[in-house]
């Protein structure tokens, strides 16, 4: 069962690594996009009009399809001096009740996207700007966004309950805990062996 739930987890993990991947060259696009509305309203003088708005939802929504891959990373700010100084029986089933409020907050914003991604659909809204969007487009867009973050946080408990039930504490700690130095030196050495890669080839 455990082993399900960490190749559950993994899946999910690349499901949002590629939602990541996609916010990531969003926020390029955005950037090209204020980048061409300069030029052309101070070099041509023509703008879209509607820049404020569109790069506001690329924004929104490339926020919203990076928190997936963030939680799996544990690249997320935590606040846990008490915690990590804390022994292992009691700090795997504290990761277990901090991620169970996650689950809370998260699953109550993405009730509150899609009630407004309904009404906005139920009043045909628009936005305000001179190309007419339909809002449940970007609001459609970052929903989808929260509910992989809702997802991600339901995979990550199935599989730390089940650690822990089974008598794994180590699992979950490495799982739900805090990066440590260990951690951010492998990545580090992960990414020159990348770039060595890359070069040679």
């Not at 008490?82 to 292992?88: A, E, G, N, Q």
């Amino acid at each position: 069962m455990l082993r399900f739930a960490t190749q559950l987890r993994r899946g999910a993990t690349a499901v949002a690594a590629f939602m990541a991947w996609v916010a990531g060259w969003n926020y390029v696009a955005c950037a090209l996009f204020i980048t061409g509305d300069i030029v052309g309203r101070n070099v041509f003088g023509v703008s879209s009009a509607a820049t404020v708005e569109i790069t506001g939802y690329m924004l929104a929504c490339g926020i919203a399809w990076a928190l997936a891959h963030t939680l799996a990373c544990r690249a997320h700010i935590r606040v846990d001096v008490l915690v990590t100084r804390m022994p292992l029986r009691l700090r795997a089933p504290l990761h277990l009740f901090s991620l169970a409020l996650l689950i809370a907050f998260a699953a109550f914003t993405a009730w509150v996207a899609w009630e407004l991604v309904d009404e906005s659909a139920l009043f045909d809204a628009h936005d305000n700007s001179a190309l007419r969007v339909p809002m449940v487009i970007p609001q459609g867009l970052w929903a989808v966004g929260i509910t992989a973050f809702l997802a991600m946080t339901l995979v990550l408990m199935l599989e730390g309950t089940l650690a822990l039930l089974l008598g794994q504490p180590e699992q979950l700690d490495r799982l739900l805990g805090s990066r440590t130095i260990d951690d951010e030196a492998e990545e580090a050495l992960e990414a020159v062996a990348m770039a060595r890669e890359g070069s040679t080839t």
